[in-house]
């Protein structure tokens, strides 16, 4: 990103999408790529700002003013500093507020959510473009320049109250917006199950390993000068970006003048801070291969159906076109009913399990060293046992080494390859719909599919991006025609087959409840 900020400057003044180019300059950016529609024209581009670094995208999508606003923001311990600034900066302190109120007088619909390594904040206004940059500008402040106090920091982390317990008899109550929402979180086997499988993959003390949201245990540590410290390490413009979308009759020029105005206003005196990226972190330290870690949860019915997944490691590198094609691969492994480990797990007329898992799915993460999942729901806790884990994992790898091995034209695998360019052509209906949809910005529930999706083209090495990914589709359909088995040569390079996978989960225990309650 850095690098796309320092390089030489093109210097041009183009007036659309159309006549950009990579290495051009317009009202303080710099172009670094252009994105193409379905049929290839220019319907968006990212920019970077010269003095401050921040990451610009724009889109031209025929909806009101909208943005999505970034921060990197790797939490540096499990006090949950990344989430707890999520929540100071939309509601304490006088521009916390001020945000908020502004919100409900300019016809503004927003939200923020916390994920791994980044907190995002989104909005759409039906008022215009003025009121849109009125209120980015306010949020640009409230999230540089917030000024809560150390009195609002504690009462939304952590403080006391009093209650009476079912005797009558007052106690002390731990409470705070930020601790209840994460002692409710942390009784749900789901993020039990997920933070299993970090702690695994990368390590305890990892910065994909920590709880971003925070554990009880590190909450009730954190003081105001920590979470002072992690917002003046990472709430800077060159660790920040937007996704910004407007109508086709908005002139480029002047969106681009508009926040570069904004942007300007707190640009540093000399060059730009550096980011924070995934490829500063250090390597994934967990835990030794096939290692097992299933976490309790706490509920008083010890037979609850339950989670686990087998984990594969996070040590390979994977561009767009490999990251589709593996996430194409496990689709057609472990999901529906016409996938191979439905049939041995889930479907009672082909069983090969006796775990009673209601479903199974996969995922291959695009990011922080790819790992790869499968997910298991709603297994039989009685036969979670570690024996009866690494039975169910065997019955998983054989089966996919299994596929490695399928000898080259044979009816198995000729079948299984139809079933992955079924997923292709699901998969290009699907992106073709994304990017003409408007993208609903500031919804409540809404994900982050764009930053994602943006996330992933940064892997393309073409200045001109599919947004709808042809070249990376091209390469996957060439993939599967090609003469012999393609998923050898790919499991072994993505290092699947030949690896035992770890295995993570979560656990019911009632005597946990009586613990919690005592």
Do not use: C
Request: net charge neutral; no cysteine.
């Amino acid at each position: 990103m850095l690098a796309l900020v320092a390089a030489p400057l093109v210097r041009a003044a183009p007036a659309d999408l159309a006549s950009l180019a990579a290495g051009q300059e317009l009202r303080g950016f710099r172009v670094a790529s252009v994105y193409l529609d379905a049929v290839d024209r220019p319907m968006g581009a990212r920019f970077m700002h010269r003095r401050t670094g921040f990451t610009l995208d724009l889109l031209q999508i025929e909806s009101v003013p909208q943005a999505f606003t970034w921060v990197n923001s790797f939490a540096t311990s499990d006090q949950g500093e990344p989430h707890t600034q999520e929540h100071l900066l939309l509601l304490r302190g006088i521009r916390g507020r001020t945000l908020q109120a502004r919100d409900s007088m300019s016809l503004v619909t927003s939200s923020a959510f916390t994920q791994t390594w980044r907190t995002s904040y989104f909005f759409h206004t039906t008022a215009g473009m003025d009121v849109f940059f009125d209120v980015f500008a306010e949020q640009q402040r409230a999230m540089l320049h917030p000024d809560y106090s150390d009195a609002e920091i504690r009462l939304e982390v952590r403080n006391f109250g009093v209650s009476r317990n079912a005797e009558g008899a007052l106690r002390l109550e731990e409470k705070g917006t930020v601790y209840n929402e994460m002692v409710s979180s942390m009784a749900n086997p789901l993020w039990k199950e997920w933070r299993a499988a970090n702690h695994v993959v990368y390590g305890e003390r990892h910065p994909l390993g920590y709880n971003q949201g925070g554990e009880p245990s590190g909450i009730r540590t954190m003081r105001p000068e920590d979470i002072r410290r992690f917002h003046a390490a990472s709430h800077h413009l060159a660790n920040m970006g937007t996704i910004a979308a407007f109508p086709k009759t908005t002139a480029l020029g002047d969106v681009l003048a508009r926040f570069d105005r904004m942007l300007m206003r707190d640009a540093p005196k000399g060059a730009p801070r550096r980011a924070d990226s995934l490829e500063q972190l250090p390597p994934p330290a967990g835990d030794p291969a096939g290692a097992i870690r299933m976490y309790e949860y706490p509920n008083q019915n010890e037979q609850q159906p339950s989670p686990f997944s087998l984990v594969w490691p996070a040590d390979r590198r994977l561009d767009a076109g490999e990251q589709l094609l593996a996430e194409l691969f496990f689709d057609a492994l472990a999901g529906d009913a016409t996938t191979n480990l439905y049939r041995i797990f889930i479907d009672s007329r082909t069983l090969k399990s006796d775990l009673g898992a209601r479903s199974v799915s996969a995922n291959v993460q695009p990011w922080g060293g790819h790992p790869i999942a499968i997910a298991f729901r709603d297994a039989n806790p009685a036969r979670m046992t570690d024996e009866g884990l690494k039975a169910a994992r065997a019955l998983a790898v054989g089966e996919i080494e299994r596929i490695a091995t399928l000898p080259a034209g044979s009816a198995e695998l000729r079948e299984f390859n139809e079933r992955v360019a079924s997923r292709v052509v699901e998969r290009e209906r699907e992106l073709a719909k994304f990017v003409g949809t408007p993208p609903g910005f500031g919804a409540r529930g809404g994900g982050s599919e764009w930053m994602d999706h943006l996330l992933l083209l940064e892997k393309t090495a073409e200045a001109r991006k599919s947004l709808t990914l042809k070249p990376q589709i091209a390469f996957v359909r060439t993939a599967l025609t090609a003469s012999g088995n393609v998923w050898r040569d790919y499991l072994a390079k993505w290092k699947v087959t030949g690896v035992t996978p770890y295995i993570a989960g979560a656990r019911p225990s009632a005597a946990l409840v009586r613990r919690e309650e005592a």
